[in-house]
């Protein structure tokens, strides 16, 4: 897939994402207010901050595929990791919201819930409506690798699991268990912030250059030592920018070679790698064996 494809895939996704997080605030409102239940209200906002991570998201994905400048040469593919931090502010300052309210009703007189199956119907369909995004989102990322979308797609997990622990509470008001809905929306805040950690230190890895994976590296080697006339590999560096792999490395090779015919074994050790890792921006240095 070349980069024109994944620009296309990674901005449908942000679109589709957006559209759906509005459409999830519009039923869970309608539903919350009929229903009165905390953890459905848990689950508004944390499609209010999916739908603000979601237009992050796509700001930083447009961002990141604009070519590279004379003022940014390596490109902007980190603004994507950019906003993965600000969507981990989002989602924390909201998880700490809910888990003050969840604990301040818990200690308190429990409000009964009223409209259960109103809100077991919406629920029904914010699942559907997930699950269809996350199935969409799932293949975007296997497609382009992109981490903002995957970040994207964590949110909308959370929010799977949050509709199904609704599902949880609405079902056991209907019991005579109002406080059970208390224990979930805590259970999901906490939920919450364990992926923020996660999130971060994710984009962490990337801000600072974290290099390929050990088996891509091995894969850089296998193909380059592949070209005939190449004697060794050393010095492998490599990082992500975005879409982009930025690598580079050291070609040993027969010092008795001329210039052309160096350059020329240079070149299919770059087309090897690229036959692989069509985006990759790769810088070859050749050492004399």
Request: charge should be negative; hydrophobic fraction near 50%.
């Amino acid at each position: 897939m070349n980069l024109a494809q994944r620009s296309r895939l990674m901005t449908y996704a942000t679109i589709v994402s957006v559209m759906t997080a509005l459409l999830l605030i519009v039923v869970k409102v309608i539903a919350w207010t009929m229903t009165g239940s905390l953890s459905l209200l848990a689950t508004m906002v944390d499609s209010v901050m999916d739908a603000v991570a979601s237009l992050i998201t796509l700001v930083a994905v447009r961002i990141s595929l604009a070519p590279a400048d004379d003022e940014h040469r390596f490109g902007h593919g980190k603004a994507e990791y950019l906003s993965v931090l600000m969507q981990a502010v989002f989602i924390s300052g909201s998880a700490i919201i809910l888990f003050l309210q969840a604990a301040r009703r818990l200690t308190s007189d429990s409000t009964p819930l009223v409209n259960e199956d109103i809100g077991i119907a919406v629920m029904v369909i914010s699942i559907s409506a997930t699950t269809a995004l996350l199935m969409f989102q799932r293949y975007v990322v296997r497609r382009t690798g992109s981490t903002a979308i995957a970040a994207d797609a964590m949110h909308y997990k959370v929010d799977l699991l949050t509709n199904t622990a609704v599902i949880v509470a609405l079902m056991t008001s209907i019991y005579g268990y109002p406080s059970m809905d208390s224990i979930l929306t805590i259970a999901i805040a906490v939920y919450m912030l364990t992926g923020v950690v996660r999130l971060v230190w994710e984009a962490i890895k990337h801000l600072m250059d974290h290099s390929l994976p050990v088996e891509q590296l091995q894969e850089i080697e296998r193909r380059c030592l592949s070209v005939e006339g190449v004697v060794g590999v050393h010095e492998i560096r490599t990082r992500v920018s975005g879409q982009i792999p930025f690598i580079q490395l050291h070609l040993d090779l027969d010092g008795e070679l001329t210039l052309r015919e160096a350059h020329d074994i240079g070149y299919q050790a770059k087309q090897s790698v690229l036959e692989w890792l069509p985006n990759a921006d790769i810088i070859i240095h050749l050492d004399p064996d």
